[in-house]
């Protein structure tokens, strides 16, 4: 296990803050056996905070063609064997126990890159078959999109994000280490023509690289009628190079906005989500153009109202995106096929759940981060 400690220059925990429980943020809590957890059984994925998970977000490989450098080393990491890999079956065993059990409402499936899995389209195909009307969506780099985005629109793929960093060839290569913007910009414009809308736009802004490209992004997604959401960069690099003084805030992300666009809070609730909405007008006109997400999962963290469960390609639950306690399904799952088994996998799964921590420890009033560990695995390994 790592132990290399991220220093975020916070206060120290705060004994008895709103929601606190004693003992350490990740994987200590006390694991009440089903029959004591309240609610269980058929409680679906509540945690001991109050919180229940209806959102699934599955990882479908551990690979990919891109090598952003906020996520994956130059060099790649080294993949896991196929056999250690959650098969087509299992995909579609698990999505039905969180559908028809647990009470997950929607799917997100992502990865590595889920574009490179050979059999994506039967998935969304079965997965579809199964759950007529679940929320299905992708998360993708969008290389390769534009072949395969009609097969995925048919196969009942809900919608997608496409993760793009910049417009600028020389700054997509330098983030991502690969010249493929132009397979990028065509694989939104054909999952656009495919109909898999909203589409939505990521973008990850480093400093000294892309940050001069927010307001140019933002402009043509609007244009185009795309929602973009930047994320703040997160300490979750394979070569640990994050710092807190390096990653552009949601403030400042705001602030280099405001100089193209006036952005006011969107006044719809924002009911779980990630992203903080904002309306988009320029400067002196009426007219709205659209919105814009920011994700500030580091400055201004939004774990209190998360409804995350996080299943890695491998069949590991992760119940944070930081967390360094994974629960295995993959070895249940492989036990046995028979309905008692899913009973254990269900079981085993709102185990991991309920322990889920208060907090990932980053910028939270009332939690001390200075003690945050960046977790062992890369986004690319857990599924972002
Ligand atoms: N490969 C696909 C892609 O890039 O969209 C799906 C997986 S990727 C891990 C999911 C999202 O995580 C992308 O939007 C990517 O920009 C984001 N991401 C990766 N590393 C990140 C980091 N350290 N901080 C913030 N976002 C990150
Ligand atoms: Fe690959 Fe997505 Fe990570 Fe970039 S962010 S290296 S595209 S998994």
Do not use: F, G, Q
């Given at each position: 296990m790592n132990t290399e400690r991220v220093s975020l220059g916070m206060p120290a925990a705060a004994p008895g803050a709103p929601g606190t429980v004693g003992g350490p943020a990740d994987g200590a809590a006390p694991r009440p056996g089903a029959a004591s957890r309240p609610g269980a059984p058929g409680s679906g994925l509540v945690d001991q905070f109050g919180r229940v998970a209806t959102d699934m977000r599955l990882s479908l490989t551990d690979k990919c063609n891109l090598r952003c450098s906020y996520c994956m080393p130059a060099e790649g990491l080294a993949w896991l064997a196929k056999a250690k890999l959650l098969t087509a079956a299992e995909i579609v065993r698990l999505v039905g126990l969180g559908v028809d059990r647990l009470g997950v409402r929607e799917l997100r499936l992502t990865g590595g890159?889920?574009?490179?899995?050979?059999d994506l389209v039967e998935i969304i195909a079965a997965l579809r078959r199964n759950h007529p009307s679940l929320p299905i969506s992708l998360t993708t780099n969008g290389v390769g999109l534009a072949g395969k985005a009609q097969a995925l629109a048919d196969a009942g793929l809900s919608r997608l994000n496409v993760s793009m960093d910049t417009l600028h060839h020389d700054a997509f290569l330098q983030l991502t280490r690969r010249p493929f913007l132009d397979q990028v910009l065509a694989g939104i414009e054909a999952a656009d023509a495919a109909g898999l809308r909203p589409i939505k736009v990521n973008a990850v802004l480093l400093r000294g690289v892309n940050e001069g490209h927010a307001a140019e992004l933002l402009g043509w997604c609007l244009e185009r009628g795309y929602e973009l959401r930047f994320i703040e960069q997160m300490p979750l690099d394979a070569d640990h190079g994050w710092t807190r003084d390096g990653m552009i805030t949601a403030a400042e992300i705001r602030e280099l906005l405001a100089a193209s666009f006036e952005l006011v809070p969107d006044p719809r609730a924002r009911d779980g989500a990630p992203a903080e909405r904002f309306e988009v007008r320029r400067h002196g006109s009426p007219t709205l153009l659209g919105t814009v997400g920011i994700i500030a999962s580091v400055t201004e963290p939004f774990c209190a109202d998360c409804r995350r469960t996080r299943i890695t390609a491998e069949g590991k639950v992760m119940s944070c995106l930081f967390s360094r306690t994974e629960v295995d399904l993959l070895a249940l799952l492989r036990a046995g096929s028979s309905p008692a088994d899913d009973d254990a996998v269900a079981e085993r799964w709102q185990d991991a759940m309920w322990a889920k921590p208060r907090a990932h420890g980053m910028g939270h009033p009332g939690l001390g981060d200075a003690d945050f560990v960046q977790p062992d695995r890369s986004m690319s390994a857990i599924g972002g």
């Open positions: 890159e889920p574009l490179v899995r050979a």
